[in-house]
């Protein structure tokens, strides 16, 4: 079973995430903010991320940059789902070492689909 890692400071979305990820038969913990998202990736080594860009602090352009550039944790895939929808935005994120880049509201059969794209599945 995956383990994926949400990365989002809201607690709804976390909840919509996780239920969808469950569902599709996923193991799923999450971080609130994008420093805790950079500590989970390396303590807990989840097969994929997915990460929201606006949050306090750290954002999650920045938190993607420093996973996917850090040896420790730069083979974990992570998966941007912002609410940002400009070309400009996928485009920074991508950038950024992203492997995809969804909008918020995610539809589960997208999001599902990415996923398993991405783990191989």
Known sequence: ??????????????????????KNGFAVSSASSGEEGIQKAKSEKPDLILMDVVMPGMNGFQASREI???PDTSNIPVIIVSTKNQETDKLWGLRQGAKDYITKPAKEKDLIGKINSLLGN
């Not at 079973?1 to 990820?21: C, F, G, Q, R, W």
């Open 1 to 22: 079973m995956a383990n994926i890692l949400i990365v989002d400071d809201s607690p709804t979305e976390i909840h919509v995430l996780k239920t969808m990820l469950e």
């Open 68 to 70: 996917t550039t850090n």
